[in-house]
Structure formats: C-alpha cells, structure tokens
C-alpha cells in the first residue's frame, strides 16, 4: 500500500474505532487490536494440565514457557512442541507471559504467591488449582469452606484471577480437545472482565467452549465436589445445570 493510501486506510480505521467507541460498542477493539495476535503463555507447573495446554496453545499459535523447580526435566517436552516452546524456571515463565497459567498442587499455591508476588503483579493469570485435604492439608479444607474464589486471591494477590480448566481431568482435557460435534465446555469465574474475554480465547484456542459464571464468588458452583465438576458437558448442558441464562 502507498503511504498516503495507507494514511487514509488508517485514517479510517481510527474513525469506525472512536464511532463505534461513541455508540458503546466493544467493535472498536477489535479494529484496534488484531484479535489473532499470538499470546505469550508462561506455564507455572507443567504437570498432566499445563502440558497438555502447552501443546494445545503451541498449536493454536502461540508461544509458551514451560516450568517446573526442575526445567531440565522438561526439555524433552519443550523439544517436541518446536520452536515456540522454552523452558525455564517459575520465575522466568512469570516474567515471560502476557498470560501465566497456574498448573501447581494446591499446596504449594501459597508459596507461589509469595515468591512472585513482584513478577506476577497486574498479570492474567489462570488459575486451575484445586484443593484435596489429602494431599494438601488443612488449608486445603478451609479452601474447600470458603470456596477456591474466595482462598485462591489471598494466596495469590495483585494478580488478575481467572478460574480455568479446573473442572477438567488431564485426560479429558488431551482427549476431548476439537472434538468433533460441539465442544465440551469449559466454565470460568473472574472478577476483571478483560482477563475474562482473554480466558475465554484461550479456551476456544484449545479446542473448548468457554462458559463465564460470573465473578470469582461464582467459582465455587464448579469447584471440587460440585454437580458439574469433571462432567463433560456442551456449553448449553452447562449453562443449564447451572441456571445461567
């Protein structure tokens, strides 16, 4: 394109932008903002879950890094999902993503947060961790009392929380993923509504149907124990056992 032809295509761009603005549309973002522009994911916890999504989002597009106290154990994995794929330490995967998917035993969520309070300040953040008492311990039975919307910002504070992919089994995240027919939903909580429409994208990307709740108070309808908890349900089935309109 000439210069002046693109200063007029741009010109015009930024006009639909402010109209649509004006008129109370959302249309003006996404003139704004390439809605396909590829996300960096860091990847907290790269067990059955975070790797699995790690290869869903490497497919979609995306780049990822890939962490565990253990990074070199994770080469190989790293190795296979090509060249948008690194691996590093928690720290590094905090730093590195837009977008930090939290894949951790629900007892560690706390040190978590504490160890990088700084790097995740301010970012999205997936959170798939649910309680066991079991595994976990006490806290895990006062996060089930209160509900994992209600623990889950204490332990990881400043951060923009979502509720993802905690609903799921490993296997069925792998194996139901762009299935054929009408995907298997996904249902999200989060109180920040950007961070909401991000979550939603990057459950379409991996091949599910994202369904919002509500806010992080409405997490605990789909928490660990709940009807609908590792149900492979369509979006309307969910919507349905869970009254949302």
Known sequence: MIPGAARRAGAAALGASLACLAAGSTAALTVATPAAAPLRIGIIGTGHIGGTLARLWVAAGHEVLISSRHPDELQGLAASL?????????????????????????????????DLKAELAGKIVLDTCNPYPSRDGEMAVEARKVSTGVADP????????????????????????????????????????????????????????????????????????????????????????LGLK
């Open 154 to 241: 204490q332990f990881l504070p400043g951060v923009r929380l979502v509720r993802a992919f905690n609903a799921i089994n490993s296997g069925d995240l792998s194996r139901e993923a762009h299935r054929a027919g009408e995907p298997v939903a996904i249902p999200l909580a989060g109180d920040d509504a950007q961070a909401l429409a991000v979550a939603e994208r990057l459950v379409r990307d991996a091949g599910f149907a994202p369904v919002v709740v509500g806010p992080l108070s409405r997490a605990r309808e789909f928490d660990v124990g709940t009807p609908v908890y590792t149900r492979l349900m369509t979006a309307p089935q969910l919507r349905q056992a």
């Open 82 to 114: 090509g060249p948008r794929a690194r691996v590093g330490t928690p720290r590094d995967a905090a730093l590195f993503g837009e977008v930090v998917l939290v894949s951790v035993p629900y007892g560690a969520l706390p040190q978590v947060g504490r």
